[in-house]
T-cell receptor, first 111, second 114 residues
Framework: GQQVMQIPQYQHVQEGEDFTTYCNSSTTLSNIQWYKQRPGGHPVFLIQLVKSGEVKKQKRLTFQFGEAKKNSSLHITATQTTDVGTYFCAGRSGNTGKLIFGQGTTLQVKP | EAGVAQSPRYKIIEKRQSVAFWCNPISGHATLYWYQQILGQGPKLLIQFQNNGVVDDSQLPKDRFSAERLKGVDSTLKIQPAKLEDSAVYLC????????????FGPGTRLTVL
């Protein structure tokens, strides 16, 4: 079945450093969503990417969708302590329409 | 607008006992999801409803888990009997059929099975 893998599983950075998490799907996706889950909280929607090669920015966050629509990345520039949490990608299968979550990348930011 | 409501927030039971979780989605959202999130993992879809019909329950362990959304609004998820490996956070989410299908999650119910 469809699998969505994220790397790395954990990342510790010094405040001000950049951070990137990568998401790879075993199948072609119709779209991909990104969510953030703060410690003890619930996932909160960040963005959806639909088009091949799409790039979207939200302040210090840059989201990319691969040309083949099988991978995606989230890049945070100059991390802040408020960026702490787990970032999940969720890929929607082009065949089944199912949304499958990756296992997440947990970001720790040292002040 | 009010968010997705879930209750209880925490539940501790012994194995082989039964437990039920309740979810009230955002008003007007036709699609409701139940997810299981084991510590350190991403949410795993258990069941998806569109109004009061089941869209996908392929990952629901039907020998012990059941869910209903009788009037197409709120929903209950039941586990009977519970096993140790059911310890997890159970998240309910809802989405509108319009727009991006962004899912709005509730605070979750943390279940501990002893």
């Amino acid at each position: 079945g469809q699998q969505v893998m994220q790397i790395p599983q954990y990342q510790h950075v010094q405040e001000g450093e950049d951070f990137t998490t990568y998401c790879n799907s075993s199948t072609t996706l119709s779209n991909i969503q990104w969510y953030k889950q703060r410690p003890g909280g619930h996932p909160v929607f960040l963005i959806q990417l639909v088009k091949s090669g799409e790039v979207k920015k939200q302040k210090r966050l840059t989201f990319q969708f691969g040309e083949a629509k099988k991978n995606s990345s989230l890049h945070i520039t100059a991390t802040q302590t408020t960026d702490v949490g787990t970032y999940f990608c969720a890929g929607r299968s082009g065949n089944t329409g199912k949304l499958i979550f990756g296992q997440g990348t947990t970001l720790q930011v040292k002040p | 607008e009010a968010g997705v409501a879930q209750s209880p927030r925490y539940k501790i039971i012994e194995k082989r006992q039964s437990v039920a979780f309740w979810c009230n989605p955002i008003s007007g959202h036709a699609t409701l999801y139940w997810y299981q999130q084991i510590l350190g993992q991403g949410p795993k879809l258990l069941i998806q409803f569109q109004n009061n019909g089941v869209v996908d329950d392929s990952q629901l362990p039907k020998d012990r888990f059941s869910a209903e959304r009788l009037k197409g609004v709120d929903s209950t998820l039941k586990i009977q009997p519970a096993k140790l490996e059911d310890s997890a956070v159970y998240l309910c989410a809802s989405s509108s059929v319009r727009g991006t299908n962004e899912q709005f999650f509730g605070p979750g119910t943390r279940l501990t099975v002893l």
